[in-house]
Every structure is written in structure tokens, then in C-alpha cells.
């Protein structure tokens, strides 16, 4: 099993539309989750954190954490065409201090 | 403000060849550095990792190796590149667990 888990996609969602990612961890002990935006070519870019279970907002991003099963989702709002990327969720398990990754979802937002 | 700066961009280098990838970090002390390769189409790959000066551990046993021979500088190395070492290496910086911030990345062909 991996230790974190994305589907590879590609994703498609039309503008403005609102973009489901989703993501599943295998150590329980994990207390820290992140989700990364790569565009292609580049290095991947910190866009969100969370450490608590529920949700959290930053602008056009909501990422939504649930330990109990084990499970990651980062939500975008009012989908943009620049918005369309590889999406990388990363966790440091319980008791580590490296991250680890998903192998990323791809999101294409059509016009 | 904390930045990270890699070089070069990109480099081709033949088979057998050494090689020298450098990653400084400004405005931050005594930060976790870490070293990760992205082959094409794949995850990011941890490679090394480093929780002060001269001290490095190893992920994956491989072609390459790493020093710091500075709080704010890392460097991986190689004395004979292999065709497979060809990928996308991405150093990292960290202080706690609140996320990696990579630098641009040196983009690197072994011919």
C-alpha cells in the first residue's frame, strides 16, 4: 500500500466550476498535510496546510481533512484555466519530520 | 523573507561524467534541506535529507550523495552518472513541520 494515495487523473472541469481532489493516507499517526500546485515545467508550490480535522479557506481554496478515515480533499472554487496543473498532496507521518507524496493529480479546467 | 536558490537550471551531462547540483537558503537558521528527483511522469522521490551540518541521511541507495558543508548550503553529487540519475532535482527547505518551500529546480539529461 502506498503511503499516500492520489488518483492520477487528468481531472476536467469546466471555468467556474468547483474541482474535487482528493487524497488517502495509510498512517494513522499523521498530523500534518499539505497540498502542493506544480505546473509543468516548474516546482511545486505550497498552497495549502492543514493539522485539524474539518476544514480550511484560503480564498478560492478549501482543503477538508478527516483523520478518522484517513482522508485529504482540497476543493477550488470558481475553477480558472490557470488553475490547471498537477496537484500534490504531501504528509509527514506520525513521529517523521520528511514529507511524503501522492503521486498527483492532474486538473484541467476547460473553457 | 526566506528564499532558496538552485542552480543551474538545466545541464546535460554524458554518462560517466561527475556532477555538482548547489542549494543555498537565505533569511532562515539551521533549516531541515532536503534533496528530491522527479523522473518524468513520476513522484517526487526523496533522496536526502539533512538536519544540520555535515550531518546527511539517505533514502534510497543510489548513484548520488550529498554534503552540507554550511548551516544554508547543500549539494549533491556524483562522480559517474548513470542514464537513470536523468530527472528533475528539486532541493528543500524546512523549519518545523510546516512545509516544504522548493527551489526552481535544475533540470538534468544524462546522454
Known amino acids: 500500500q502506498k503511503e499516500v494515495e492520489q488518483n492520477s487523473g487528468p481531472l476536467s472541469v469546466p471555468e467556474g466550476a468547483i474541482a474535487s481532489l482528493n487524497c488517502t493516507y495509510s498512517d494513522r499517526g499523521s498530523q500534518s498535510f499539505f497540498w502542493y500546485r506544480q505546473y509543468s515545467g516548474k516546482s511545486p508550490e505550497l498552497i495549502m496546510s492543514?493539522?485539524?480535522?474539518g476544514d480550511k479557506e484560503d480564498g478560492r481554496f478549501t482543503a477538508q481533512l478527516n483523520k478518522a478515515s484517513q482522508y485529504v480533499s482540497l476543493l477550488i472554487r470558481d475553477s480558472q484555466p490557470s488553475d490547471s496543473a498537477t496537484y500534490l498532496c504531501?504528509?509527514?507521518?506520525?513521529?517523521?519530520?520528511?514529507?511524503?507524496f501522492g503521486t498527483g493529480t492532474q486538473l484541467k479546467v476547460e473553457l | 523573507s526566506q528564499t532558496i536558490h538552485q542552480w543551474p537550471a538545466t545541464l546535460v551531462q554524458p554518462v560517466g561524467s561527475p556532477l555538482s547540483l548547489e542549494c543555498t537558503v537565505e533569511?532562515?537558521?539551521?533549516?531541515?534541506l532536503y534533496w528530491y528527483r522527479q523522473a518524468a511522469g513520476r513522484g517526487l522521490q526523496l533522496l536526502f535529507y539533512?538536519?544540520?551540518?555535515?550531518?546527511i541521511s539517505s533514502e534510497v541507495p543510489q548513484n548520488l550523495s550529498a554534503s552540507r558543508p554550511q548551516d544554508r548550503q547543500f549539494i549533491l553529487s556524483s562522480k559517474k552518472l548513470l542514464l537513470s540519475d536523468s530527472g528533475f532535482y528539486l532541493c528543500?527547505?524546512?523549519?518545523?513541520?510546516?512545509?516544504?518551500?522548493f527551489g526552481s529546480g535544475t533540470r538534468l539529461t544524462v546522454v
Open positions: 533569511g532562515t537558521s539551521n533549516p531541515n
Open positions: 504531501a504528509v509527514i507521518p506520525g513521529g517523521g519530520n520528511k514529507l511524503t
Open positions: 539533512s538536519v544540520g551540518i555535515g550531518q
Open positions: 492543514i493539522y485539524s480535522n
Open positions: 528543500a527547505w524546512s523549519v518545523n513541520d510546516r512545509g516544504y518551500t
